[in-house]
């Protein structure tokens, strides 16, 4: 179903949470508050990728040029790649272990492009699967990505919510709005988490992640 929604619809959403808000008057529309919308939009897509990565996922068929394969622009995590001419894998190895996968064909990254390992390379065009990011809202009646949910509008109207509460100086409304916006998170999260539930695979579920800490999803938003 084509996306309809606009930032425009977002904020008359958000003024009606409280009779304290003053549209036009607490912060500019067109472009203070559309950046919230586009911001917050970007967040909710990168949250995704943590708990399905397809869900708002994209491909591009990208050929070889100046030694490289350029990431898409929009390329938020690329989750899978394959050699166009015949479907075989394309794996990412570390720069210093471009041998770590014989069996593989290999690339390794560095500065947004996957480079031949020089051990089995692939020729001609790869196609990368990815999570996007959200394409930016020109005004506020540009619809939102195509790729959005609009079950999940109210978590855009909630953070958009807390931000005109945050900004008027109203603490008093700032627990309610965030049990708000959190239940309009956990039920987004709960649908990632179990979106599919009737995957059959011939080898275990890969979900490899490498680092140090994790943001929990409300440390991208607002509140």
């Known amino acids: 179903m084509a ?23 607490i912060a500019d529309e067109p472009s203070e508050l559309l950046a919230v919308v586009n911001r917050r939009l970007k967040a909710i897509y990168t949250i995704s990728i943590r708990f399905d990565p397809t869900y708002f996922g994209a491909s591009a068929s990208v050929p070889l040029a100046t030694g490289a394969y350029a990431e898409p622009e929009d390329a938020g995590s690329i989750f899978y790649m394959e050699q166009d001419s015949d479907g075989a894998e394309v794996v990412v190895v570390l720069i210093d272990e471009k041998d770590a996968d014989p069996m593989k064909l290999c690339l390794y990254a560095l500065g947004r492009s996957l480079w031949p390992a020089g051990t ?6 790869i196609t990368m699967y990815y999570t996007k990011e959200a394409a930016t809202a020109a005004t506020l009646g540009t619809t939102l990505d195509a790729t959005w949910d609009e079950a999940h509008n109210d978590l855009l109207i909630q953070e958009v919510a807390l931000f005109l509460a945050i900004k008027d100086g109203r603490p008093e409304e700032y627990d309610g709005l965030l049990a708000e916006r959190n239940m309009a998170l956990n039920r987004f999260i709960v649908k990632l988490e179990s979106h599919y539930q009737i995957v059959r695979t011939k080898y275990p579920l890969r979900r490899e992640i490498n680092a140090q800490s994790f943001a929990t999803p409300a440390d991208l938003l607002g509140g």
């Open 3 to 25: 996306v309809t929604t606009t930032p425009q619809e977002i904020l008359e959403a958000a003024y009606a949470t409280s009779l304290r808000n003053q549209p036009t008057i």
């Open 120 to 125: 089995n390379d692939p020729t001609g065009n």
